[in-house]
């Protein structure tokens, strides 16, 4: 498995425009179309590139709150809740992290209310020990994935 500079430039060609035509990023790069299709199918068979994702724009479809939460959490409840939490659709992402937290959780709301909720119902599960909420006030620079 190799990776050149021509692979970067076109990964970055794509990034945030997954479905741009081989064309585009060959002129763009000055390259050939075929080289830009060889090197894209190589890097997914290689699994450099995972797949093309759709971008969706949460404020469009009201969801404009964002919130951090860092959650304490039983070592021995550990997999009960993680399971459970990933089947929450708004739970955007979830990590496992060391420090003063255990999980951190990523959640995408429409509102207050709807952020409320999520705590005061989904937090209250067996083995969560405590919880650090934070919410994002305005982004200085916005998340590729939800444009939040």
């Not at 035509?21 to 199918?41: F, G, W």
């Not at 951090?68 to 959490?73: A, H, Q, Y």
């Not at 939490?85 to 509102?111: A, H, K």
């Not at 209310?113 to 994002?136: A, P």
Request: charged content about 30%; some cysteine; overall charge neutral.
């Amino acid at each position: 498995m190799s990776f050149d500079q021509l692979d970067l430039r076109i990964i970055r060609s794509l990034d945030g425009a997954g479905r741009k035509p081989y064309r585009m990023i060959a002129e763009e790069l000055s390259v050939s179309d075929s080289t830009v299709r060889k090197r894209i199918n190589r890097m997914l068979d290689d699994g450099i590139i995972k797949g093309f994702n759709v971008l969706l724009n949460y404020q469009a479809l009201g969801r404009i709150i964002k919130a951090f939460i860092g959650l304490r959490v039983n070592p021995g409840k550990l997999k009960e809740i993680v399971k459970h939490l990933e089947m929450n659709p708004d739970i955007q992402v979830l990590y496992r992290t060391t420090g003063d937290v255990d999980l951190f959780v990523e959640l995408i709301c429409r509102d207050m209310e709807e952020l409320n909720d999520f705590l005061e119902s989904e937090l209250t599960l067996d083995g969560i020990t405590g919880t650090h909420v934070t919410v994002v006030i305005g982004p200085y620079k916005r998340c590729p994935c939800t444009g939040i």
